[in-house]
C-alpha cells in the first residue's frame, strides 16, 4: 500500500504549520521543513512521495532542491509555491523538474487536488512497472 | 516641443518667434531674464530654452546661474545667443550652464540643427527617465507583493479550513465568508501587481498627487515573452 507522505518546505514557520493543519485534516501524512538543506537530510531517512517546496529559502533555493530531490528519487512528484511570480520563473521551474507550479496566496483546496491527482498518478505508475 | 526664447529687442524676439513657430515648436516669449525667469519657475515651465546674453536686467549669463544653481525637478537645456564671439565668452556662457551657444548673427540653419540637437537630448532624458520609473516600480512592486503573498497564503488558508467546518446556515460563515473573500481581493491585487509591465498613472485628491494606475500598468496584452 502506498504512503501518502507529502513533505512541505518553507523557511516560514507559519505557513509550514498552516500546510500540515490542512493537509493532515484532509487525510495526509505531513512532514516540514524550514530549509532545502533540512529538506535533505529528512528525505535520506524517509521516504516521500510528493513535496511542496518554496522556492525562496535561505541557503540553497527551491528550485536546486528540487534538482537534488529529483535526481535520486525520480518517482516523486514535486510542486513549487511561490510569493513571486514570473514568467521566467515558471520556465526555470520546469526545467528543474517541477510538475506544477503555483502562487502564493493559493487555496488549500488547489493544493489538496494537486496532492490527490499526484498520488494518483504515482499508484498508477508503480501498478504499471 | 515648448520653446522659452528671452529676447529685448523687440524685432529679434518677433523674428525668432517666427522661425521657432515655423519650424514646429510652442514658442512662449519673455522680454528680458525676470520675466524669463518666472516663466520657468511655473510647473509647466518649457524644457527648451533660448537665451540671448545681453539684456537689461538680468542677463543671458547671470539667468543661467541662477538656473543651474536651481534645484529642478526636470531637466532644462539652454542655448544662449549672443552678439560677442570671441573664445573666453564662448567660455563663459557654457560654464555658467549654458548646454551650447549661437553667435549672432547667427545662420537660421544653424540655429535650427542646434535646437534640434537640444531636443534631441531633451527626448532622450524624457525616454530615460520613464524607464527608470517603470524599473523602481517594479522593483518596489516585487518586494512588497512577495512579502504581502505570505501572510495571504496564511490567512487564506485558515479561512478556507474554517469556513468547511462551519454550516452553510451558521451567521459565523457569512462572517467568515466575507473575510475570506477580502482576503482574496488582496490576492488578486498582488497578482495584477506583479504583471505591471508599463508605467502608468492616475490623479489622486482631485489631481494633487499621481499614483500608479494598477489596471492600465498591468492591462499589457502581451502574454509571456
Known amino acids: 500500500m502506498i504512503n501518502r507522505r507529502i513533505l512541505v518546505v518553507d523557511d516560514e514557520a507559519l505557513i509550514c504549520e498552516m500546510m500540515k493543519w490542512a493537509f493532515t485534516n484532509a487525510g495526509y501524512e505531513v512532514q516540514t521543513a524550514a530549509s532545502a538543506e533540512e529538506a535533505l ?64 496566496p493559493a487555496e488549500m483546496k488547489t493544493l489538496f487536488q494537486a496532492a490527490e491527482q499526484a498520488f494518483q498518478k504515482l499508484a498508477r505508475w508503480s501498478r504499471n512497472e | 516641443m515648448r520653446v522659452l526664447i528671452a529676447e529685448d529687442d523687440l524685432t529679434s524676439r518677433i523674428m525668432l518667434q517666427a522661425v521657432l513657430s515655423k519650424w514646429g515648436y510652442d514658442v512662449t516669449s519673455a522680454s528680458d531674464g525676470e520675466e524669463a525667469w518666472d516663466v520657468l519657475q511655473r510647473t509647466d515651465a518649457p524644457p527648451l530654452v533660448v537665451l540671448d546674453w545681453m539684456m537689461p536686467g538680468m542677463d543671458g549669463l547671470t539667468l543661467c546661474r541662477k538656473l543651474r544653481a536651481q534645484d529642478r525637478a526636470d531637466p532644462l537645456y539652454i542655448l544662449l545667443l549672443t552678439a560677442k564671439g570671441e573664445s573666453n565668452d564662448i567660455v563663459r556662457g557654457l560654464e555658467a550652464g549654458a548646454d551650447d551657444y549661437v553667435a549672432k548673427p547667427y545662420d537660421n540653419e544653424e540655429l535650427r540643427a542646434r535646437i534640434g540637437a537640444g531636443r534631441r537630448v531633451l527626448e532622450l532624458s524624457f525616454e530615460v527617465a520613464m524607464r527608470q520609473k517603470l524599473q523602481g516600480v517594479l522593483e518596489m512592486a516585487g518586494a512588497v507583493c512577495h512579502e504581502l503573498n505570505q501572510p495571504l497564503h496564511i490567512v487564506t488558508g485558515y479561512s478556507e479550513m474554517l469556513l468547511v467546518d462551519l454550516k452553510e446556515s451558521d451567521p459565523q460563515a457569512e462572517t467568515l465568508r466575507i473575510i475570506k473573500a477580502q482576503v482574496d481581493r488582496i490576492g488578486e491585487l498582488t497578482r495584477r501587481i506583479m504583471h505591471i509591465t508599463q508605467y502608468r498613472t492616475k490623479d489622486y485628491l482631485g489631481g494633487r498627487h499621481a499614483i500608479v494606475d494598477i489596471e492600465e500598468a498591468s492591462s499589457e496584452a502581451g502574454g509571456m515573452k
Open chain 1, 41 to 104: 537530510e529528512l528525505v535520506k531517512t524517509q521516504k516521500y512521495l510528493v513535496f511542496f517546496l518554496d522556492l525562496n529559502l535561505p541557503g540553497m533555493n527551491g528550485i536546486e532542491l528540487c534538482r537534488n530531490i529529483r535526481k535520486n528519487n525520480p518517482l516523486t512528484i514535486a510542486y513549487a509555491v511561490t510569493g513571486y511570480a514570473s514568467t521566467f520563473e515558471v520556465f526555470d521551474c520546469r526545467e528543474a523538474g517541477f510538475d506544477d507550479y503555483f502562487t502564493k
